[in-house]
């Protein structure tokens, strides 16, 4: 299990749900997170999963803790499923970075629409911040070169980063506050912080699971993505305007990004 990620939605679960809430997990899984809000005090916690499999082995967890009486394992799709009042709290995990391809944002806009989450819900988390920094990548294997979009668990593809051009620089504000526009279409401007030859873009994701409660890549969730580019010579001093494109939860090969 991913111990850094868990333990902070832990935090964040155990410093949001008060008793007698009502709380809904789009996408349990294990159960943990559903786990977690019982354990707060929650009346009744809702976890609701699209994979039969997965839904069973959550019914697993929550009959083997006491806790668990007040968890309903619901076998559904999140984005059709309603309740006759709003939840106090909503609870989701199912992101990724830059959310390019997995289904939080159209999700929790979903749960909106569909009258699960008001303006009263409280949601973990509550944002989130994608980021995009110049770098230079070995994309060299074996002998043969492959500038390919890179992504890997436990950070992995950091290891083949030769050097960093820049801080990351925030491309797009993921607010779940309201109805989340889906499409990203975002102008971004990097400023190099030193000289030399950049072939790719590191993104990376800041997500809040509460204002106070914020994660970077973790071993399993938003690891950074790196992005190969034509070859460019940056300079300190002069900026480099990057254009990025996606549908949010449509996976990469409806993604676009050129160097301006
Ligand atoms: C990354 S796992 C998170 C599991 C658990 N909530 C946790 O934090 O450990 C995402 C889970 O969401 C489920 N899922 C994905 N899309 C869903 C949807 N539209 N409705 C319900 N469950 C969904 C997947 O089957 C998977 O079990």
Redesign the pocket.
């Known amino acids: 299990?991913?111990e850094e990620?868990?333990h902070a939605?832990e935090n964040a679960i155990q410093n949001t749900v008060k008793a007698g809430d009502i709380v809904v997990?789009?996408?349990?899984?294990?159960?943990?997170?559903?786990l977690f809000s019982a354990r707060a005090g929650a009346e009744k916690v809702y976890g609701?999963?699209?994979?039969e499999a997965?839904a069973a082995l959550a019914r697993k967890s929550v009959q083997a803790n006491p806790d668990g009486k007040k968890i309903e394992v619901v076998v559904?799709?999140?984005?059709s499923?309603t309740l006759p009042a709003a939840a106090d709290v909503v609870?989701?995990?199912?992101?990724d970075t830059g959310l390019i391809s997995?289904?939080q944002a159209?999700?929790m806009n979903a749960l909106r629409k569909g009258g699960v989450i008001d303006s009263h819900t409280k949601l973990i988390p509550s944002k989130v911040v994608c980021a995009a920094e110049l770098v230079s990548y070995d994309f060299d294997f074996y002998g043969f070169h492959m500038p390919l979009v890179m992504q890997a668990r436990n950070n992995g593809v950091d290891a083949r980063v030769t050097n960093y051009f820049s801080e990351k620089t925030p491309y797009q504000n993921v607010d779940f506050s309201d109805i989340v526009e889906t499409l990203v279409k975002s102008r971004v401007t990097i400023t190099p912080t030193k000289d030399g030859e950049v072939n790719a873009i590191r993104l990376t994701t800041q997500t809040f699971l509460t204002s106070e409660i914020t994660v970077w890549g973790t071993s399993?969730?938003n690891m950074p993505v790196v992005i190969p580019i034509k070859p460019i010579q940056v300079k300190v001093g002069e900026n480099v305007n990057v254009l990025i494109q996606y549908e949010m939860g449509k996976g990469f090969e409806n993604f676009s990004l050129i160097v301006e």
Not at 25 to 34: K, N, P, Q, V
Not at 76 to 79: I, S, V
Not at 91 to 95: F, I, P, S, W, Y
Request: charged share 30%.
């Open positions: 299990m991913d990620r868990t939605f997990d789009a996408g349990t899984g294990s159960g943990i997170l559903a609701i999963e699209i994979d997965s559904a799709d999140a984005r499923f609870t989701m995990e199912l992101m997995e289904q159209v999700v399993d969730m």
